[in-house]
């Protein structure tokens, strides 16, 4: 009630101040300033409260909320919502809140791919203790905008128990020293890495800055860990042996690395089992990349000479902008990079031609998203930068990107419920002559979207949990699935080779459904233990789909990826490993690995060892 009649107060002084100055009544207008001025800092300074005790009784509880924005309310309610339970300040362990005027819309809590309105906006900010986790909450003076902008775990909560009988690999520095002020190690004893800086690396006789140097490891050189971690004035220090010769040397400093981990497979190409319903359940983590990597990845293509079946392009985050390419039947090779002056949100190969990769940008930071779609040429990229088509596609990085089966489409979807003007579009070009085939608008954002093998259907998804189901030829109308109760995140279809041809859909409502295309039913529903599944892919002979998801707000969540089997609906396999949520998942073209990837920043090679070759 008191900001409402401050901001009363405020329109009313405005328009005398207006009026007086149009009379030229310079006195008083001066008068009027001065009380602007006043006014101002009366709304617009930051008070802190803070509740720093344990929440007193009830009658005491039900003083303190008296004395505390209405607001709280709200954003408590919220907080019940994620967690799955009413959650009442009773409940909390602490909480403090900051009456604050934001600088825009976005309350101080930009996220990259949205755009905020460049207003002063008046709101809360709270930080709320529940079972010690930090949940930092912002909300606008009205109550219409709640925004969760993270999360702080205050203890160090137990690692996921591996799933029993699935032999286990080792994490990244698992057996490592803290040492202070350092990087978190990345590097394995016994496992390959390399030099990853723009200079060669110096091998010391001691794990000391000032030791004596014995040698030195050139960009790109791979060495094997011997020995380590150790701690050295804030430095993580491993014993490597290269060309014979070992030494020690450091991992980072600051937030460089200095070294990275090579990628190595427990099996040779040759030697690795395509997954299927009768050995998934002995399916296990045989490799992983880290890295600067986005929340999205594609395999290349198998159909022209230069992709193969171990190819992979991931999004890159960090200093580096643009598409990182692994060929990982080169695994002492370093990376390539196709170069972006922004981030790259999400990306598509052109199924029939390897060599054209389209992905889409956002600058990350400031509140301008790019709103392109780049087309590159990734063979002519290694001498030429490649890219070689732009195309326009509004204001907002896209949700998603896919070619049509033949290649001769490309289409993006864009949307955001943040956004000061709608943007719902979805826009399909000729990938020939990149004409625009279409532009249709949407009521709500759509989020993902498919073609199906034969090119014949087209399928896409919203934020409101709907998904339409279109003939691209000869007309016939739209089908609408129905069934989900939450935002559809993800869309696949089956493979040309599958028995029966499906539609799976991915929602925020822990379902993964399958729909018969030839007649729109829904056939399954799959139920994730996961809060949210983001993440689905098929396997290339469609008798299995792999899901993934997960959602930091909720403690308990496990981040796995689980394989199912089509046919029966049963869950064959559990993969435990991702640390945060798994926002893309895909098969290998041969079908001998699954990837992953979440916002660990990590991607991970789930296949079958030898031992489980013959598992039934």
């Not at 460089?256 to 030697?271: G, K």
């Not at 040429?377 to 509004?394: A, T």
Request: glycine share 8%; with cysteine.
């Amino acid at each position: 009630m008191f900001f409402w009649l401050m901001r009363l107060l405020l329109r009313f002084l405005l328009n005398w101040l207006f009026l007086l100055l149009q009379k030229r009544f310079l006195p008083l207008a001066f008068v009027g300033i001065v009380c602007l001025f006043a006014l101002n800092a009366l709304l617009f300074q930051p008070t802190i409260y803070a509740q720093d005790e344990a929440p007193p009784p009830a009658p005491e509880i039900q003083q303190a909320q008296a004395q505390t924005p209405p607001s709280l309310n709200i954003v408590l309610e919220d907080l019940g919502t994620r967690i799955g339970q009413p959650i009442t300040l009773r409940d909390v362990e602490n909480w403090t809140w900051e009456q604050v005027a934001f600088a825009d819309t976005s309350l101080d809590c930009p996220l990259p791919d949205r755009v905020y309105l460049q207003v002063t906006t008046i709101g809360v900010h709270y930080t709320i203790t529940y079972r010690d986790i930090n949940y930092d909450y912002r909300i606008s003076q009205d109550g219409r905008t709640v925004l969760l902008c993270g999360t702080v775990v205050i203890r160090t909560p137990q690692a996921p128990t591996p799933q029993p009988g699935l032999p286990a690999l080792a994490e990244p520095g698992s057996d490592a020293e803290t040492c202070a002020a350092a990087l978190e190690p990345r590097l394995v004893v016994g496992s390959p890495g390399r030099v990853a800086i723009a200079q060669p690396g110096n091998l010391l006789e001691l794990p000391d800055q000032s030791a004596s140097a014995i040698g030195e490891i050139e960009l790109g050189g791979v060495f094997t860990v011997m020995n380590g971690p150790e701690c050295g004035a804030g430095l993580v220090w491993w014993r490597v042996n290269y060309n014979a010769r070992e030494g020690w040397i450091a991992e980072g400093r600051n937030n460089d690395y200095f070294l990275e981990p090579v990628l190595t497979l427990m099996a040779p190409i040759a030697d690795r089992a395509p997954i299927s319903p009768e050995n998934a359940r002995a399916l296990s983590e045989m490799s992983r990349i880290n890295g600067a990597f986005g929340t999205d990845f594609a395999w290349m293509p198998l159909e022209t000479g230069f992709a193969s079946p171990l190819r992979l392009a991931v999004t890159a985050s960090g200093d580096q902008q643009g598409v990182w390419v692994y060929d990982l039947t080169e695994i002492a090779a370093p990376p390539r990079l196709l170069e972006s002056q922004e981030a790259v949100t999400t990306l598509s190969f052109n199924p029939l031609d390897s060599n054209m990769i389209a992905f889409g940008r956002t600058q990350v930071g400031i509140v301008r998203t790019d709103g392109t779609v780049r087309v590159w040429d990734v063979d002519r990229s290694r001498e030429q930068g490649g890219e070689n088509v732009v195309l326009q596609n509004g204001t907002l990085a896209p949700n998603a990107l896919v070619f049509n089966a033949n290649g001769s489409w490309l289409a993006a979807a864009n949307g955001s419920s943040f956004a000061p003007v709608p943007e719902n579009v979805i826009r399909i070009w000729r990938t020939d002559t990149w004409e625009q085939l279409s532009e249709s608008r949407y009521t709500y954002p759509v989020l993902d979207l498919a073609f199906s093998a034969d090119g014949r259907l087209f399928a896409y998804g919203d934020l409101s949990g709907s998904i339409s189901l279109l003939q691209t030829r000869g007309g016939g109308g739209i089908v609408e699935l129905e069934g989900h109760e939450a935002a559809i995140r993800a869309l696949a279809f089956t493979p040309s080779d599958a028995p029966i041809p499906l539609l799976a859909s991915a929602s925020e409502d822990a379902t993964v459904r399958l729909w018969n295309t030839n007649n729109g039913r829904q056939t399954q529903v799959l139920e994730s233990s996961t809060s949210v599944v983001l993440a689905i892919a098929f396997s290339p002979d469609g008798t299995l789909i792999a899901t993934g998801g997960g959602n930091q707000i909720n403690p308990n969540e496990d981040y796995a990826v689980r394989v199912w089997d089509i046919t029966s609906g049963a869950l064959l396999a559990t993969l435990v490993g991702h640390p945060a949520p798994v926002t893309d998942l895909e098969f290998s073209p041969d079908g001998t690995l699954l990837a992953s990837i979440g916002d660990d920043h990590v991607v991970r090679f789930w296949g079958i060892p030898a031992s489980g070759l013959d598992a039934n």
